[in-house]
């Protein structure tokens, strides 16, 4: 028996939420220490999905801005943390998958 589905064919970036974590860190030196788990509250042996085409709106310009004063004040930062890196050309567009297993 042949089951039909409709799929789509997609290429990932992929990362560990420990390299992402590094990077973050590393990139916007974030006061106090960012962490990827938290931000997202994300579940052990998981996967997150972010489809990055390196534009920030006006509302995630804000949260940057503020994220950059205290990484505490704001949540879910991850996307637009992705969009900021490839804007910059320091990514490339495309979908990201970050694996998280600690």
Not at 12 to 17: D, G, I, L
Request: charged residues 35%; proline residues 3%; glycine residues 2%.
């Amino acid at each position: 028996m042949e089951i039909k589905m409709k799929t789509k064919e997609v290429s990932y970036h992929t990362v560990s939420h420990f390299e992402w974590d590094r990077v973050v860190n590393e990139f916007y030196k974030p006061t106090p220490e960012w962490d990827f788990v938290s931000d997202e509250e994300a579940n052990n042996d998981s996967s997150y999905t972010f489809n990055v085409d390196g534009e920030v709106n006006e509302y995630e310009e804000r949260k940057l801005e503020k994220f950059k004063k205290d990484s505490l004040s704001q949540s879910r930062m991850t996307h637009t943390l992705l969009a900021d890196l490839c804007r910059k050309g320091l990514i490339p567009k495309g979908v990201y998958l970050i694996k998280v297993s600690w």
